[in-house]
């Protein structure tokens, strides 16, 4: 069942919410992506069946919650997480973020550390607004976002391009986490796909070197790709929940 938070910032955010026993698991999604998705559909089944309590929620701009997708950035998203983490959960949660929601889950646990139990990062993409699409952009595309304000990029998940604005790589500029220092101090596994077109394997590798962790495992998928949403991928996902949930009971 969909419920509304209203945030500080005035923006409707869709969320739906299930008891259970804590730590509790939060799953943010990827960019475009909502909370209807495979994984975090897969995700509310296997916590009902384990009595764990579980939110999910879609960022202002996608899925079921209010805004245009094209106003939003990275640092709006992250404060919807935050919001729906603070308002709607008791004590530490696990992060389960996938692709675009494992940067997400970084920049929470960096601002909320204590709110965090475990973070399990699917696919993640950290900083990928820097070094997927600006290093990716030719120069007459950077032209265009720099002069109109946006670019149209094709989808392989949609019909509709993606429209990939000014706002949201200058801010995403200012939210990156590969740049500095990063604590984790709690149990974290990243899962990868080797045929991942979207998020390379070099990049969980990186996210693999950068943080302090006492109790960080990357597992990677041979021939897995981006979705990362086969019976044997959402396995994995299970897997992992389980081991940083583990670490922390």
């Not at 998940?157 to 990156?176: F, H, K, Q, S």
């Amino acid at each position: 069942m969909t419920e509304y938070l209203e945030t500080a910032q005035g923006r409707r955010i869709a969320y739906a919410r299930q008891p259970g026993a804590g730590p509790g698991v939060v799953f943010l999604g990827g960019f475009k992506s909502d909370m209807r998705g495979t994984k975090a559909e897969h995700l509310a089944d296997w916590a009902a069946a384990n009595g764990r309590a579980y939110l999910r929620l879609d960022y202002s701009g996608h899925g079921e919650s209010g805004g245009a997708f094209e106003d939003g950035a990275i640092g709006d998203w992250a404060e919807d997480a935050m919001a729906a983490i603070t308002g709607l959960t008791a004590g530490p949660q696990v992060l389960v973020g996938s692709s675009m929601g494992g940067w997400i889950a970084l920049l929470v646990a960096r601002e909320m550390p204590a709110r965090v139990a475990g973070l399990v990062g699917i696919a993640a993409a950290p900083d990928f607004t820097e070094n997927g699409f600006w290093s990716g952009f030719t120069e007459e595309q950077r032209a265009t976002l720099m002069d109109a304000g946006r670019v149209a990029l094709p989808s392989e998940y949609d019909d509709a391009p993606y429209v990939i604005t000014r706002r949201l790589i200058e801010d995403g500029r200012n939210r990156l986490v590969l740049d500095r220092p990063l604590a984790l101090p709690f149990p974290v596994r990243l899962l990868q796909g080797t045929a991942d077109a979207d998020v390379p394997v070099d990049w969980a590798m990186r996210l693999l070197d950068h943080p302090e962790s006492p109790d960080l495992r990357l597992t990677l998928v041979k021939g897995a790709d981006h979705r990362f949403s086969t019976p044997d991928c959402l396995s994995l996902i299970e897997t992992a929940i389980t081991e940083v949930l583990r670490g922390r009971t």
